[in-house]
Nanobody, 127 residues
Framework: QVQLVESGGGLVQAGGSLRLSCAAS????????MGWFRQAPGKEREFVAT????????FSADSVKGRFTISRDNAKNTGYLQMNYLKPEDTAVYYC????????????????????WGQGTQVTVSS
């Protein structure tokens, strides 16, 4: 059974940092791309960042570029999202997801690209 479990969310003041983790089990993690998405109340789920199966290719949404960094450690079956200079508009539930290994810059921004999803972790940024 495939499981993705996010952790590291919480309450932080604007300008602060958080590091989210996504622990994967039940799949060969190194065979999958990994993405992070977020969903704020009343809004649709939106793409945050993604990383290829080997960690070489990464890209992120314009709204987080320069502030968020995605990474992974295949030996630990874990992915990460380092979030710096957080803003109140970053408040959302953050989800990690695993998708096919093939790199496709357009499709990797889409939620439909990913096969497996975690339950999410709440990030709240106070002003």
């Amino acid at each position: 059974q495939v499981q993705l479990v996010e952790s590291g969310g919480g309450l932080v003041q604007a300008g602060g940092s958080l590091r989210l983790s996504c622990a994967a089990s039940g799949l060969t993690f190194s065979n999958y791309a990994m993405g992070w998405f977020r969903q704020a109340p009343g809004k649709e789920r939106e793409f945050v960042a993604t990383i290829s199966w080997n960690g070489i290719v990464t890209f992120s949404a314009d709204s987080v570029k320069g502030r968020f960094t995605i990474s992974r450690d295949n030996a630990k079956n874990t992915g990460y999202l380092q979030m710096n200079y957080l803003k109140p508009e970053d408040t959302a539930v953050y989800y990690c997801a695993a998708g096919p290994a093939g790199i496709n810059y357009a499709r990797m921004r889409m939620a439909t690209f990913y096969d497996y999803w975690g339950q999410g972790t709440q990030v709240t940024v106070s002003s």
